[in-house]
Every structure is written in C-alpha cells, then in structure tokens.
C-alpha cells in the first residue's frame, strides 16, 4: 500500500538493512521518499541511508534518551496530519530499539500504524543456523551483571524451544562462558557475527566448539545467538 493511499496523518515503522543495503525492499524506499520526515535512533546513520538512496527528508532524533517525550509529541503531529516514518539504526524499530512508547501512544489515539517489514537480525540467525525453528523465545540483550545472566539462562534452560539472544563484542566471550557453565559444554548453539555483511560468519556446534572457534577468530562486529532445546543435537 502506497503511503499516498493514507491521506491522514499515520506511522510507519521501516525495517532498514541490518548490513547490506541492498537488502532495503522498494516498498521501503518508497515510504521514506513520501513521508514527511523520519524519526530515527541516530540521524548520522540514517543520513548515510537517504544519501544512498538520494532522498533528502528532515531528520528527527527519536532515541531511548528522549522517547518518553518525544513519542507525544510525534503522535500529536500524526494527528494533525503528518506521515511520519520511523527508523532504527538497523533491523526493526521496537524490537531491541526504540519506538514502542510511540506505538502505543498512536493506539492510544487510534492513529494509523503502518508495519513495512524487513531485515531483522534475530529471525535471520535463526532460519540460518540449523536449530529447531518450530518454537522459539526472543531475549534482546542480557543484562550487564554475571548473577542476572546465570538467572536468566537457568530459566530458560528446560525451555522446549530455541533461545535468541543478541549479545556485545565485548561481552560475548564471557556470555559463551556463562552458556557452557549454566547449560552444559555439550548444549548445542549457533553464533551469527555480522549477519549480510562482507565478514558475515555463521558458526552451529556445540557452545565448546563455538567458543573455541569464536576464540580463534575477530571479536569485533555485531553477534546474534541462537540457543537449541536441551537434549537437542545433529545425530
């Protein structure tokens, strides 16, 4: 649907590439030229973005520090008639970015939400690393403490389904630590590093093995991991 099909003020959540740009879908592309102007996590960023596809638009700095005001004040330009599109620096605005406060400030108005799907790196992982796909539990970032960690991962330990957790460079080694002590060196994962860009590197073993190799290797760039059932395994 063409934004010029909402001739009334509405959202629209814009998935961006998570790496290659090619992978920014023509529906996107379109809304961005048409709107009119784009709220985004970081305007240095999405700059880089309109520049490649030649489109000039104003830029509003819409961020975690600033969202609890800002969101009432896009929402009352939404619903006074401006199509406004959301940005994250990469992947999906809400999921592990801002934008829900937003979101649910234009339900609480009943404005237009307008989802354009695309990139995000959690469901990419997963349909890439060979773990079961049929059920599965989104965790975003853990939390910056060991003991919270160790919680978190007790938790979810039985769970009939596979973990997706997005983790840090500078924490990921430590994370594969606290994996192999919480669940077991034989408990299987895939570690996703830089998914769609040129050192893009998809590991599935168990987390000894991938950390062994996770340790051979760069720990620069962006890490997504995928954690299988227990008891799962390749045989």
Not at 48 to 54: G, P, S
Request: charged share 25%; with cysteine.
């Amino acid at each position: 649907m063409s934004p010029d099909s909402h001739p009334s003020g509405c959202l629209f959540l814009v998935a961006t590439p998570i790496g290659n740009l090619g992978d920014l879908s023509p529906r996107a592309s379109e809304t961005l030229k048409d709107c009119d102007f784009i709220a985004c996590e970081d305007t240095r960023i999405s700059a880089k973005l309109l520049n490649h596809l030649k489109i000039q638009k104003k830029l509003i700095s819409y961020r975690e520090e600033n969202e609890k005001t800002k969101c009432v004040e896009l929402a009352t330009q939404i619903e006074a008639g401006q199509k406004i599109a959301l940005l994250s620096d990469a992947g999906y605005p809400c999921i592990s970015d801002p934008g829900f406060r937003l979101v649910r400030e234009c339900h609480k108005k009943n404005l237009k939400v307008i989802p354009i799907p695309g990139p995000n790196a959690a469901l990419t992982a997963l349909a890439a690393s060979g773990l079961p796909t049929h059920q599965f539990t989104y965790l975003g970032f853990l939390p910056k403490k060991s003991a919270q960690v160790m919680k978190i991962l007790e938790t979810w330990k039985e769970y009939d389904g596979s973990v997706i957790l997005y983790e840090s460079k500078y924490k990921i080694e430590k994370t594969l630590s606290t994996i192999m002590q919480v669940m077991g060196q034989e408990r299987f994962i895939c570690l996703a590093r830089e998914l769609t860009k040129s050192h893009e590197s998809i590991f599935t073993g168990t987390v000894q093995e991938v950390a062994k190799r996770q340790a051979s290797r760069s720990g620069k760039g962006e890490f997504t991991l995928v954690i299988a059932p227990s008891g799962y395994s390749f045989s």
